[in-house]
């Protein structure tokens, strides 16, 4: 069974940064894509960024430029390292892996941006 835990949310000012990380139970290798998403209040999960086995990023209009995902073979994880943070960012974060049949999702960590 695949476990992902996620960790770095908490409470920034904007114009701070913050990094997310999540940490995959087997290897990063097994996956052919993994990513962020979040989900603000009232509004539905969208992405934030991915990256494919092949080292392709994709980010969100909104992410471009702010944010960047990265990943760490050697300890399983695929990070999110978020700069120049705005309130309209706040949201709970969701660590996603896929492979070619089953995605699997994080529980979520809090990101939440004062003015």
């Known amino acids: 069974q695949v476990q992902l835990v996620e960790s770095g949310g908490g409470l920034v000012q904007a114009g701070g940064s913050l990094r997310l990380s999540c940490a995959a139970s087997i290897s990063i290798f097994s996956f052919t894509a993994m990513g962020w998403y979040r989900q603000a209040p009232g509004k539905q999960r969208e992405l934030v960024a991915t990256?494919?086995?092949?080292?392709?990023?994709n980010y969100a209009d909104s992410a471009k430029g702010r944010f960047t995902i990265s990943r760490d073979n050697a300890k399983n994880t695929v990070n999110l390292q978020m700069n120049s943070l705005k309130p309209e960012d706040t949201a709970v974060y969701y660590c996603?892996?896929?492979?070619?049949?089953?995605?699997?999702w994080g529980k979520g960590t809090l990101v939440t941006v004062s003015s």
């Open positions: 990256i494919t086995s092949s080292g392709t990023t």
């Open positions: 996603n892996t896929k492979t070619i049949v089953t995605d699997y």
